[in-house]
């Protein structure tokens, strides 16, 4: 890889120093989380080796994003930064889906464990439907890869906005069944579930939907499946004109800073999930959540 292009007069070295930065700040801040889990873990005495799902989880989307900020691409363009494999489209969105469906295995996890510890059925559905409505949307994503037509991307952004919608309003379901800062933690949530939508609804959807209708109006020749897992894996277009990356830049400096802090904020659930009961909104609720929480016991 040639570093020549690292120039200020370049404005897409701010824009990936940025990346850089943002990135090595994360990886460190996974690795605080994983020491004080795991230091809280001992503690616990749930053993030296326990790591828990949610920290690995955690780590699977990090170290992805992070692979990915430092050597960013477009799928549908193959554009990239660098001249390497690395940056093909096949490793890259290889990467991405993986990472993807452990950031929405947390949220998962969380949610079900808040909607059973609340006794809530409707956000216990919404819980179940996440991974589902993922692995769809990188479905989706895998047919604009491969084929080059943006209805696949306006499809995958879709669905993650609808699931997203989804988990606020389990949110609003579950706000008043909390107290204390857990009641706090949920409202946080929320206002970051619906400022991402709101993202989505405003600028990612809307670009993917005028890109896919400029390529249907200039009669754009899609690849089928076997040419088109060649192309994404073989051709990777190098450029560092700032042009090109223009419509890439928001979403994508927003993926690998915000969307990784959600999912390190996220592991700092471990730490209450045992004690939800106590965080119930009255006594009665609290103490109803601890029976269905609590092991069965044989009459003495």
């Excluded at 200020?8 to 460190?28: D, E, K, M, R």
């Excluded at 605080?32 to 989880?57: I, K, M, N, S, T």
Aim: glycine share 6%; with cysteine; net charge positive.
């Amino acid at each position: 890889m040639s570093f020549d292009w690292l120039s200020w007069s370049n404005p897409v070295i701010i824009w990936w120093g940025f990346l850089v930065i943002v990135t090595a700040a994360n990886i460190v801040l996974w690795l605080r989380v994983y020491r004080f889990l795991r230091a809280w873990a001992l503690g616990q005495q749930e053993g030296p080796f326990r790591v828990d799902l949610l920290v690995l989880l955690s780590a699977a989307y990090v170290f992805g994003c992070a692979l990915r900020a430092i050597l960013p691409r477009a799928d549908v363009q193959r554009i990239c930064l660098f001249d390497t494999w690395l940056s093909s489209v096949a490793v890259g969105r290889s990467v991405a889906t993986v990472a993807e469906l452990c950031f929405a295995m947390q949220w998962a996890i969380v949610l079900y464990a808040l909607a059973h510890a609340a006794a809530s059925r409707s956000a216990r559905a919404v819980a179940t439907a996440i991974v589902p409505l993922i692995l769809v949307a990188e479905a989706c994503s895998w047919y604009a890869v491969i084929t080059t037509d943006y209805l696949g991307n306006v499809l995958e952004n879709s669905l993650w906005t609808v699931t997203f919608l989804m988990i606020a309003a389990a949110l609003v379901l579950l706000l008043d069944r909390f107290s204390s800062w857990i009641r706090l933690a949920i409202r946080l949530a929320l206002l970051g579930t619906i400022g991402y939508a709101a993202f989505m609804l405003a600028v990612d959807v809307p670009m993917y939907v005028g890109r896919w209708q400029a390529d249907m109006a200039n009669g754009k020749e899609l690849f089928g499946l076997f040419a088109g897992l060649y192309d994404a894996a073989t051709r990777w277009v190098v450029t560092r004109d700032i042009a090109r990356w223009d419509g890439e830049i928001a979403w994508l400096s927003l993926y690998f800073s915000v969307a990784v802090w959600t999912s390190l904020a996220l592991c700092g659930f471990v730490l209450v999930r045992d004690d939800l009961p106590r965080y119930g909104a009255t006594p009665a609720r609290s103490a109803a959540a601890r029976r269905r929480l609590s092991p069965r016991t044989g009459a003495g």
